[in-house]
Nanobody, 116 residues
Framework: QVQLVESGGGLVQAGGSLRLSCAAS????????MGWYRQAPGKERELVAT???????NYVDSVKGRFTMSRDSSRNTVYLQMNNLKPEDTAVYYC??????????WGQGTQVTVSS
């Protein structure tokens, strides 16, 4: 069972950028779909981005054109490049498998706070 640790969050002004990292304890090559999720205060956790091991990506409409997800197999790491951040992006961000492969066990995530 792979363990995933998120990092890279922080406090940023609206319009700024952050790059989140999700480091895996072992190879994630066999996991076809990885995903980034977020949970804002008072809201349900939502899937915001997915990436397959072949490089195909999908994004929720609210982040399209601003967020880019990528996978680095050599480093067993997935990334979420977040540009033009908005206050609405404020949330705790988590990584996990995507689709049917999602695990019921969630880590601590990484806090992203965007100020106006």
């Amino acid at each position: 069972q792979v363990q995933l640790v998120e990092s890279g969050g922080g406090l940023v002004q609206a319009g700024g950028s952050l790059r989140l990292s999700c480091a895996a304890s072992r190879s994630i090559f066999s996991i076809n779909v990885m995903g980034w999720y977020r949970q804002a205060p008072g809201k349900e956790r939502e899937l915001v981005a997915t990436a397959t091991r072949l490089g195909s990506t999908n994004y929720v409409d609210s982040v399209k054109g601003r967020f880019t997800m990528s996978r680095d197999s050599s480093r067993n790491t997935v990334y979420l490049q977040m540009n033009n951040l908005k206050p609405e992006d404020t949330a705790v961000y988590y990584c996990n498998a995507g689709g049917a492969g999602v695990s019921g066990s969630w880590g601590q995530g990484t806090q992203v706070t965007v100020s106006s």
